[in-house]
């Protein structure tokens, strides 16, 4: 059996990964892969605990956090659309505003 801490340390390391790529990466769609990164290690966090308390509340706060995830994918990746189209690029900081020039 492999101890929860095993789980946590491995779950630090996948979010320290997804926070430095939304803080380095300048491209939309790389930084909304990071953000589903960093809420897959908060699963495994809660997945941890949940076995280790030997509950099924861990498991119910995941299916909600992948329900979130998948919906600001689907939310992100039209708002990712919208500006190449309007701008041309999905660059972060070419982008200052949604309001057309």
Do not use: W
């Not at 998948?70 to 919208?82: F, N, P, Q, S």
């Amino acid at each position: 059996m492999v101890p929860v801490t095993h789980f946590l340390a491995l779950a630090a390391f996948l979010f320290a990964i997804g926070f430095a790529g939304v803080l380095v990466k300048k491209n939309a769609i790389i930084v909304f892969m990071c953000i589903e990164l960093m809420l897959n290690a908060a699963n495994l966090t809660f997945l941890a605990f949940a076995r280790q308390q030997g509950s099924m509340s861990g498991h119910a706060i995941a299916f909600f956090v992948i329900a979130v995830a998948a919906a600001e994918a689907a939310v992100g990746l039209a708002i990712v659309i919208a500006v190449y189209r309007s701008r041309g690029t999905v660059a972060v900081d070419e982008v200052e505003t949604l309001r057309d020039r």
